[in-house]
């Protein structure tokens, strides 16, 4: 009796710690719109991140984390499913199937929130040409191209 309740707590604590692993790496459903909250753009490395906050004030943080000695293409993923209640930084493979999943989430943002001629703009125009309300539309579209750059391969 004894080894069965043993048993059957080891699995409950497997299949929470399963489940816990999966909130904290998947993406999360937020609810439209969505708003920019915060952006950040590291000239000298290239670090880029981006903060979105859905209408109900939920928060998904991530960005690329550069450095001087790497290409844009290399610059690693890195997102906060829920930085108020799990602060855990999740790092997906490069060219993986969370970073597609994430290139789709900003090309609908993208194509609701940026006209095409402000696409245009971004595409063409460096960061410090912009105007500081460009600038955090910016990041999301730098991380976008980034991201659009390596599953074009």
Same mark, same amino acid.
């Given at each position: 009796m004894t080894k069965s309740i043993a048993l059957a707590t080891l699995l409950l604590l497997l299949l929470a710690g399963i489940v816990f692993q999966y909130? #904290? +790496? /998947? $993406? &999360?459903? $937020?609810?439209? &719109? #969505? *708003?920019?909250? *915060? /952006? +950040?753009?590291? +000239?000298? /490395?290239? +670090? #880029?991140s981006v903060t979105f906050e859905d209408r109900d004030g939920d928060q998904f943080h991530f960005g690329v984390r550069g450095s001087t000695d790497s290409k844009p293409q290399a610059f690693p993923l890195f997102y906060i499913r829920n930085p108020k209640l799990v602060p855990y930084v999740y790092w997906p493979s490069v060219g993986g199937p969370d970073e597609r999943a994430l290139l789709r989430v900003l090309d609908g943002w993208i194509q609701r929130n940026v006209s095409p001629e402000a696409q245009a703009r971004l595409a063409q125009a460096s960061p410090e040409a912009l105007s500081p309300s460009e600038a955090d539309v910016a990041a999301v579209y730098q991380i976008y191209e980034i991201l659009q750059a390596r599953h074009r391969r």
């Open positions: 909130y #904290i +790496t /998947a $993406l &999360p459903e $937020l609810d439209q &719109p #969505i *708003s920019v909250q *915060s /952006a +950040t753009c590291s +000239t000298e /490395a290239g +670090t #880029i």
